[in-house]
């Protein structure tokens, strides 16, 4: 009974983590998305906010982290490591895996440079796809990791691959809406990006 009361407790700071970092994500792309349609999408995002999310993001990451470590170790002591046959826990093991790598740079190289250039218009190509697509693979990532995570019903049901199948179509569907999105804001505005002193560029990538 005390461990499994101690279990929810693990699970529930496992949820807030999620939660926070979801809410943060979201709260940031709907205003990115409102300027790009609606505002002037060379002003950006204020650079504070970008820094108060990434620390928001990277501590809700750890939390994640920790306490799904902790849910792990508990459902192995009592489930031996054939816990770890679960293709759906296979699924969510990769996944944040994968989104942890995806945050060192997103945080490490395409915030900082975000911070400069106040907008994506501002930034070159190849700058503007890397950061669009490390943007839309962390929501991504948060979201489907969440389904996983509160999908009971896909345990031992499916395949792996099978349910890395939406994962990768969502991807790939909101880097093409995202990338279509900026494009338009582009042709919108009808206006020449702002000049970005050449120093601030050099070594972002």
Known sequence: MELEFFRLTIVYGHLIACSVA???ILVSDFAAV????????YRGEDPKHLQSLQKTVTLALVALWISGAVLVAIDVAGKGMGYFDNPKLQAKIIIVCVLTLNGILLHNTVLPLMMKAKSLLNLSWG????????????????????LLGVGRPLSW???LMLLLTPYFALMAGGFAG???LVAWAQYRTRKEPRHIEREDMVGAF
């Open 22 to 24: 979801i809410g943060a």
């Open 127 to 146: 700058q503007r796809a890397v950061a669009l697509f490390t943007g839309t693979f962390s929501a991504t990532s948060w979201f489907y990791a969440a």
């Open 34 to 41: 409102r300027q790009l349609v609606s505002g002037d999408p």
């Open 178 to 180: 995202m990338f279509g």
């Open 157 to 159: 049901k499916y395949p």
